[in-house]
């Protein structure tokens, strides 16, 4: 089965510091990689995807095939990255498009 | 423009009760999508609709139906509601399913359904 992991159910850092949350998928096709944002009292949002190969809100992710992963880093965290992540795969079986998400990552920055 | 909307926001049932949580999205979508999220598991997919007219089960259906009433609306049933089917239910959308990196999906505020 296609399985998203992240390892790491909350990251704790303090302002300034640098970001990595972890991913790591299973999947033995293409995979097409998400990171989604839950901020607090909103909604789930689409913060970047690998195909874009975009930095958002000075988040970037680089998928590594070779190690399955697809880790999000920011160099420098700011108190208003506290919020939940989650990684997602998206994937094709039986001719349907089916999305799968981690367990996410708590993020909190310290001030 | 609202995106996706859902009913209602929260809900207490007692065991064994039925209920249907409402879903609509006005963006034209093809794909809709219902998922569950509990503490420490993430979002867990129970069913999607990849076009009007059909629906297909996800990670998690069993005790949980669904219809896809128009393009606009997707609906989930609890039949015979039990303490395990306590959660955050979200309803998401996305434009269409067959194209690659079309994935992204917009979700509704969720309904958060306690059942004793």
């Known amino acids: 089965a296609q399985r998203v992991t992240q390892p790491e159910k909350l990251l704790s850092v303090f302002k300034g510091a640098p970001v990595e949350l972890k991913c790591n998928y299973s999947y033995s096709g293409s995979p097409e990689l998400f990171w989604y944002v839950q901020y607090s009292r909103q909604r789930l949002q689409l913060l970047l995807r690998?195909?874009s190969r975009e930095s958002i809100k000075g988040f970037t992710a680089d998928l590594n095939k070779g190690e399955t992963s697809f880790h999000l880093k920011k160099p420098f965290a700011q108190e208003e990255d506290s919020a939940m992540y989650y990684c997602a795969l998206g994937y094709y079986s039986g001719g349907s498009y089916i999305p799968t998400f981690g367990r996410g990552t708590s993020l909190i920055v310290h001030p | 423009n609202a995106g996706v909307t859902q009913t209602p926001k929260f809900q207490v049932l007692k065991t064994g009760q039925s209920m249907t949580l409402q879903c609509a999205q006005d963006m034209n979508h093809n794909s809709m999508y219902w998922y569950r999220q509990d503490p420490g598991m993430g979002l867990r997919l129970i069913y999607y609709?990849?076009?009007?007219?059909?629906?297909d089960k996800g990670e998690v259906p069993n005790g949980y139906n669904v219809s896809r009433l128009n393009k606009r609306e997707f609906s989930l049933r609890l039949e015979s509601a039990a303490p395990s089917q306590t959660s955050v239910y979200f309803c998401?959308?996305?434009?269409?399913?067959?194209?690659?990196?079309?994935?992204?999906?917009?979700f509704g505020d969720g309904t958060r359904l306690s059942i004793l």
């Open positions: 998401a959308s996305s434009e269409r399913l067959w194209e690659r990196s079309n994935q992204p999906q917009h």
């Open positions: 609709s990849a076009s009007e007219g059909t629906t």
């Open positions: 690998h195909i």
